[in-house]
């Protein structure tokens, strides 16, 4: 398992988020095959997320390297605007991620590759863009890279204190462990096929659970509820 230098400082919305998280006890649906199917055609027939997909899919097909920076601004942009990753910086991520020179890595699943595109230093600050990073590997090898977001995280961590999907050692076992290493990538994908072993989905790909973890976690935990 992949424990170390995943714990660090935190921020303190997240700890806000993490101690409304501890006090709320939710009664989860039970995972099998039939529920992700089932949050898959949401995904499907809801036209704001659908189209954005598939847009992100054409674009990525049409400009699959990242060896030119006009490429990457504009899968940037366009990943940061459909999917609100909260990229305040565009084009200083486009030239990080140009820098970092990043196909061989993304071809073969370098699950190092999201911490270091997250990672960006600006006005003497390093700033994280974990979620934009995980997405921006997984529309490029979604084979490899399942994608991160704020509801994955809550979701996995709901259904974790419930069911305990993943077992963890014994001074590592507590929920704030948990998420805070869910902000490790190598722990995440770990967790993801932690998730997928335990609740024996198959051969249920990335795209799926993460449809089904973003759009059951979004009805959870979205602003209106």
């Known amino acids: 398992m ?3 230098n995943i714990c660090g400082k935190i921020d303190l919305n997240y700890l806000i988020l993490l101690i409304n998280f501890m006090a709320t ?6 995972v099998n095959i039939d529920l992700i199917d089932e949050y ?18 054409k674009l990525i097909n049409q400009f699959p390297t990242n060896s030119n920076i006009e490429d990457i601004l504009l899968k940037v942009v366009t990943i940061n605007e459909l999917y609100s990753t909260n990229v ?33 230093k600006l006005k003497d600050k390093e700033k994280t863009f974990y979620s934009f990073a995980s997405k921006y590997c997984n529309w490029h090898n979604s084979k490899n890279f399942p994608i991160y977001d704020s509801f994955v995280d809550r979701l996995l961590s709901a259904y974790q204190k419930q069911d305990t999907f993943l077992e ?12 805070l290493a869910l ?14 072993k335990y609740y024996e989905l198959g051969d249920v790909n990335y795209k799926k659970i993460d449809k089904f973890l973003w759009m059951y ?3 959870l935990f979205g602003k209106n509820n």
Do not use: C, W
Not at 90 to 111: P, Q, S
């Open 217 to 219: 976690g979004k009805e």
């Open 2 to 4: 992949i424990f170390a």
């Open 183 to 196: 902000k490790n990538y190598e722990f995440f994908k770990e967790t993801i096929d932690s998730f997928i």
């Open 88 to 120: 305040y910086a565009t084009f200083e991520i486009a030239k990080h991620i140009l820098k970092l020179n990043i196909d061989n890595d993304i071809k073969n699943g370098n699950l190092e590759l999201v911490n270091k595109i997250a990672k960006l």
């Open 168 to 179: 963890l050692p014994e001074d590592s076992s507590s929920m704030n462990f948990f998420k």
């Open 40 to 57: 898959n055609k949401r995904f499907q027939d809801d036209n704001r997320y659908f189209l954005a997909d598939k847009a992100i899919i």
């Open 25 to 30: 006890q939710i009664e989860l649906k039970e």
